[in-house]
């Protein structure tokens, strides 16, 4: 049985930082492909990153390329959305999931966690 538990959101005014977390369990993090989604009201679900296999290479969503940054702990089997520079268009319940095929569409994903509110303040 796999599960991702995610955690660390919050509410933070703009400009500042956050670090979400997702612990998983019943599947290898640095196996699959581990990738992080947002939903902000009213919108679909969307790629926000993701760090995928044993080399760990990322891949990042226009909106958030050099501001947010997707990383591991392979021994604790968590991964890791740091998110700097926060702006209220980020504002989204943030999703931690994952696949066994690399690909962009929450369709791709086998497994969720419960999700994480972040609130960016203007």
């Known amino acids: 049985q796999v599960q991702l538990v995610e955690s660390g959101g919050g509410l933070v005014q703009a400009g500042g930082s956050l670090r979400l977390s997702c612990a998983a369990s019943?599947?290898?993090?640095?196996?699959?492909?581990m990738g992080w989604f947002r939903q902000a009201p009213g919108k679909e679900r969307e790629f926000v990153a993701d760090?995928?296999?044993?080399?760990?290479?990322?891949s990042y969503a226009d909106s958030v390329k050099g501001r947010f940054t997707i990383s591991r702990d392979n021994a604790k089997n968590t991964v890791y959305l740091q998110m700097n520079s926060l702006k209220p268009e980020d504002t989204a319940v943030y999703y931690c999931?994952?696949?066994?095929?690399?690909?962009?569409?929450?369709?791709?994903?086998?497994?969720w966690g419960q999700g994480t509110q972040v609130t960016v303040s203007s």
């Open positions: 999931a994952t696949g066994s095929i690399y690909g962009l569409r929450p369709v791709e994903y086998d497994y």
């Open positions: 760090i995928r296999y044993s080399f760990g290479r990322t």
């Open positions: 019943g599947r290898t993090v640095s196996s699959y492909v």
